[in-house]
């Protein structure tokens, strides 16, 4: 079973609609949760991280730690175009430098 | 500008060839890592170095071979490699243990021929 799991797509949605990104993993002992966003031959770029459960709120994105369910969720509200791109999950445990990563999600905004 | 910076930005070379990829990082970080990026499959973690020293070798073949000569930068030194190793390599950094956001570079896409 791999650690982080995650559902490849393609997402495809209409401009201005909310989408969700979703993780699930296996190893109770993750607790930093991380989400990157990576356009197309770039490299990832980070774009919100949690600490244990709860939300943070950052602009146009909410993330989601669900930890009693093992499952991490990355919602954009009023989508754009400029969204298309493959979101990642990320996770890692305290202090260890290491991080598991979800395959990746690819989101289709159209105009 | 991410503050990591990769090169080359492309790279193809024969199976009997020797190169190096190089990674820089202006961020002040003490962790830096490797990655391999293959279609459709989760980033794979190579190696990870702290404070310059190895603390971490995900089974990757001898063919692969890092390098930290120091915190700023990291090499990948390649040889005898296989077409099935053609993938994007990344190399990211971080602060010393206890943080975990990682910053990438753009990563060197590698073709084996």
């Known amino acids: 079973q791999k650690e982080v799991e995650q559902d490849p797509g393609p997402l495809s949605v209409p401009e201005g609609a909310i989408v969700s990104l979703n993780c699930t993993y296996s190893n109770s002992a993750f607790q930093y949760f991380m989400w990157y966003r990576q356009y197309s031959r770039k490299g990832p770029e980070l774009l919100m991280y949690t600490y244990s459960s709860g939300n943070k709120e950052d602009g146009r994105f909410t993330a989601q730690v669900d930890k009693s369910s093992k499952y991490i969720s990355l919602f954009i509200r009023d989508s754009q175009p400029s969204d298309s791109a493959t979101y990642l999950c990320a996770m890692s445990e305290r202090d260890f430098n290491k991080f598991y990563f979800g395959s990746g999600t690819k989101l289709n905004v159209k105009p | 500008e991410t503050g990591v910076t990769q090169t080359p930005r492309h790279l193809v070379m024969g199976m009997t060839n020797k190169k190096s990829l190089k990674c820089e990082q202006h961020l002040g970080h003490n962790a830096m890592y490797w990655y391999k990026q293959s279609a459709k499959k989760p980033l794979e973690l190579m190696f990870v170095y702290s404070l310059e020293e190895r603390v971490e070798n995900n089974s990757v073949p001898s063919r692969f071979s890092p390098e930290c000569p120091n915190s700023s930068h990291l090499f990948l030194h390649l040889h005898t490699l296989q077409p099935e190793d053609s993938a994007l390599y990344l190399c990211?950094?971080?602060?010393?243990?206890?943080?975990?956001?990682?910053?990438f570079g753009q990563g060197t896409r590698l073709t084996v021929v």
């Open positions: 990211a950094s971080s602060q010393a243990a206890g943080t975990t956001e990682a910053f």
